[in-house]
């Protein structure tokens, strides 16, 4: 996926700058704007955020400023620029800032908060008044946690005043509250309290064992995943399969993801990696599992297609495969590192009524699958660079 520095104003004239994530076919589906407070944890922030956009979504990252009203100058430059926001995600302030807007931006057909407070119990005023003395007497500082954040009056206002009481009932989208049990910093009654505000649909997953930042990058990956999950449940997306070339599987990879690969075939979005041992995350299937699931499951549908067209009872059919290099058979040379050829070994378990004539014809065409022949027979691979 590739992330894009944008700059844009907010009504008062101020440059606010973000930070715009496609997802690997930069075709976003829908946009999210994703307004946190993670700080210098730049780790959960592109977790959540590319767990997101590894579904689909074009994500718009948004720093908290303090104020209530870049969210929705937030969603008049996506309107404007690209498309406007389907979904707003706020991380604990940012969470507050999302319900408060959501009333203004009706393109919004769903809000997820992480951590968030309901009112300003979990706020200390702070004696660095840094924001008075740069003459702008709107803002106070408050601490949360150990972190300062200098809000404007109107936003702390609505806190005090528990406007999000009165805010919330009215929201007729649907919400989704994630908080952990553990955190310390804005305790998980301020969740309990949200979703009794809340009208249906409403959801709240416990991110248990998660601190307030996320810090545990199981965590953020778990987050981003489940508000992708749920979004996409609520938002509708383009059904259309169509694709602009033939070259329908799209890889990406950033510098500073180890292994983890965003995948996209056709219309479907998944991850590939390597496992601990071998340097990665484990997030999701290695290169090489992809090509054997691609052959399980192709032997699985071929199987399961000649029984129906015979009117056998083909019950289910498992296949079990695996991947490894093994020494040519007959070679010359086994001690030559080029005398080792990929083997893919593969068990059938066919489960119903079958006879041991059928089973043995299912074993033949077992042997006929696409992509069994694909791998049999001398392939090539022509490789172009599309340059930017």
Not at 27 to 46: E, K, M
């Amino acid at each position: 996926m590739s992330l894009k520095n944008i700059q844009f104003k907010n009504r008062e004239g101020s440059i606010l700058d973000g930070q715009l994530e496609f997802p690997v076919d930069q075709s976003p589906h829908s946009y999210a704007i994703l307004v946190h407070s993670f700080g210098q944890n730049t780790d959960a922030l592109r977790n959540i955020s590319g767990a997101m956009a590894g579904r689909g979504f074009g994500v718009l990252r948004l720093e908290f400023t303090g104020s209530g009203s870049d969210l929705p100058d937030a969603a008049s430059f996506l309107r404007e620029t690209y498309s406007a926001p389907s979904l707003l995600v706020g991380h604990s302030l940012g969470g507050v800032a999302a319900l408060l807007a959501a009333a203004e931006l009706q393109s919004v057909r769903a809000i997820a908060t992480i951590a968030t407070p309901s009112d300003a119990s979990q706020l200390k005023l702070s004696s660095n008044k840094s924001g008075s003395q740069s003459g702008q007497e709107n803002l106070e500082t408050v601490e949360l946690g150990d972190r300062h954040f200098c809000l404007e009056s109107p936003f702390l206002d609505d806190l005090r005043q528990s406007k999000l009481k009165i805010v919330v009932p009215k929201l007729s989208i649907p919400l989704l509250f994630l908080h952990s049990p553990q955190d310390s910093v804005v305790a998980i009654q301020n969740a309990a309290r949200l979703y009794g505000f809340a009208r249906h649909p409403k959801s709240f997953i416990s991110l248990d064992r998660a601190d307030h930042l996320l810090t545990n990058s199981e965590d953020s990956l778990y987050t981003g995943d489940v508000i992708a999950s749920w979004a996409l449940r609520y938002i509708s997306r383009p059904k259309n399969n169509k694709v602009e070339t033939d070259l329908q599987v799209v890889a990406s990879l950033s510098a500073e993801a180890g292994f983890t690969t965003e995948l996209k075939a056709g219309r479907h979005y998944f991850r590939a990696d390597e496992p601990e041992t071998a340097g990665g995350n484990d997030f999701g299937p290695s290169p090489y599992d992809l090509l054997s699931a691609g052959l399980a499951a192709c032997t699985a549908m071929t199987l399961q297609l000649y029984a129906k067209r015979k009117g056998w009872p083909l019950e289910e059919v498992r296949v079990h495969v695996g991947h490894g290099k093994t020494h040519a058979e007959d070679c010359k040379d086994c001690d030559s590192s080029t005398a080792r050829i990929d083997t893919f070994r593969r068990q059938l378990e066919l489960v119903g009524e079958l006879d041991t004539k059928q089973q043995e014809r299912l074993l033949e065409i077992a042997n006929k699958c696409p992509v069994h022949r694909t791998l049999q027979n001398k392939s090539q691979v022509l490789t172009e660079l599309v340059r930017q």
